[in-house]
């Protein structure tokens, strides 16, 4: 419920409290979010909204007390002189209880109440595991722009320098006008993909700003030792783990719970119902001349009732039939979405488990691939000087080498940000989380948005 809000709150105010007022990290981020969110802060106020559900459901087994007044004034004139004066007040005031003792309908209401609350507390606390994934996903996707527009920028530089190169080597003669051509056509293209990938960073900024409310122009990177393992366990492990904590089933079970305690409601609309009541009355009654020329007194009077009441519905016009069928239709579709939540949710944990231990493997083979190129394109351009190779075997084997370089990037983020969503899956995902994360991230004055 609130618990998670404000475990997340006082865990993030420690971290933020021992960490130097630097760069953004991922902590404080995360706790302008928690603040700022929009999304977050409208399910908050839903949740609020739900929790009223149980007052108004308590209401109807409480007792009732109402007080009641009136007065009026009783004028008596000859006809055609009409006044207030002279006239006779009187007035009276009654206290009236309720309480019902029997009504089945308005317990087991109730009772599906407090199940909804519990419903929604768990949905508020998913809201903000939801969070956490939008939050981290805009950070990385920030530092993944980042890195996708320096290696774009260096692939430029190099493509710069190719040209110019091409271009002196031409000029004495050494290579023909064609390869000044290709060279030329690979800068361009570099400088192409520089200017979408600065537009790209912007975007990816404009994104983090827009779950803050702030913009974040200096943020910190993941540190190059971050460690790189297969998630813990087996698969079974974790699918049964997930059928146990996921929020979203924890909030269908819940809600398959309020619907049968609905159902039980509607079924005792046809039982009768008992209910205590008692009243107070004290009226003043002033003295004169009744209308059939009696002489009545003036006096105060005080009474007391006390009843006891039953009620048996006998017909409604069908009406309470229809709404104990309608309550065994909502039954039937809360239990069949629970069915499809628990499917959907052992296919989505085995999906992120499989993720997490994919992305571990090919960040290995990634990290090799670069190696690779490089040695290639050293290779490669000792070759064209020597005249065994030609300008588009260089220019290829450059590419290739930036292109491993950006996915090593993108396959780093992709584990960090799967990691967390396996975690999300099984329930599993708390602040803890992100304060561990964030040990792994360091300053960098290269992080300045464009």
């Not at 475990?7 to 928690?34: E, H, N, Q, R």
């Not at 710069?160 to 050494?174: D, I, K, P």
């Not at 792994?440 to 992080?447: D, F, G, V």
Request: proline share 3%; net charge negative; charged share 20%.
């Amino acid at each position: 419920m609130g618990r998670f809000t404000q475990g997340l709150g006082f865990a993030l105010c420690l971290s933020i409290s021992s960490s130097p007022a630097m760069a953004d990290d991922l902590v404080s981020i995360l706790d302008l979010a928690m603040r700022n969110d929009p999304t977050l802060r409208q399910a908050e106020a839903q949740f609020k909204s739900g929790e009223t559900f149980l007052d108004q459901g308590r209401a109807a087994l409480l007792p009732t007390v109402s007080l009641r007044g009136g007065t009026n004034r009783q004028t008596s004139n000859q006809a055609g002189d009409f006044s207030y004066k002279p006239g006779q007040n009187s007035h009276n005031y009654s206290l009236n209880v309720s309480q019902a003792l029997f009504n089945l309908n308005a317990w087991y209401t109730y009772e599906s109440a407090k199940l909804q609350v519990r419903a929604g507390a768990i949905q508020l606390a998913s809201q903000e595991q939801n969070l956490i994934i939008r939050v981290a996903s805009a950070y990385f996707n920030v530092l993944r722009a980042i890195d996708d527009l320096e290696t774009r920028r260096q692939e430029e530089e190099a493509a710069q320098r190719q040209f110019e190169q091409t271009e002196q080597r031409e000029e004495v003669g050494l290579i023909a006008i064609t390869e000044v051509y290709e060279s030329q056509a690979a800068y361009d293209l570099a400088r192409n993909n520089t200017i979408i990938a600065e537009d790209t960073l912007a975007t990816a900024y404009e994104a983090l700003e827009a779950i803050t409310g702030q913009p974040h122009p200096n943020i910190d990177v993941l540190r190059e030792d971050f460690p790189i393992n297969p998630a813990e366990g087996s698969m079974q492990t974790w699918t049964q783990q997930a059928l146990d904590t996921n929020l979203a089933l924890v909030a269908a079970r819940y809600n398959l719970e309020a619907e049968q305690e609905n159902l039980k409601a509607a079924k005792s609309n046809h039982l009768p119902t008992i209910t205590a009541s008692g009243s107070f009355n004290h009226n003043v009654i002033p003295g004169g001349q009744t209308a059939d020329g009696a002489l009545r007194s003036s006096g105060a009077t005080d009474g007391s009732t006390l009843s006891l009441s039953i009620t048996i519905p006998l017909f409604t016009g069908g009406g309470t039939s229809a709404r104990r069928r309608a309550a065994e239709y909502d039954v039937i579709a809360q239990q069949e979405g629970l069915n499809l939540t628990r499917r959907q949710t052992t296919q989505d944990v085995r999906n992120a488990f499989r993720k997490v231990n994919t992305d571990a493997l090919v960040i290995a083979q990634r990290q090799q691939a670069i190696t690779s190129a490089r040695s290639a394109l050293e290779a490669i351009e000792v070759g064209y000087e020597v005249g065994t190779r030609n300008i588009v075997d260089v220019l290829q084997a450059r590419q290739q080498l930036f292109v491993a370089l950006r996915n090593y990037s993108d396959a780093r983020y992709n584990y960090v940000v799967d990691t967390l969503l396996l975690k999300q899956v099984t329930g599993l995902l708390t602040p803890q989380d992100i304060i561990d994360l964030n040990e792994w991230l360091e300053a960098e004055s290269a992080t300045a948005a464009p």
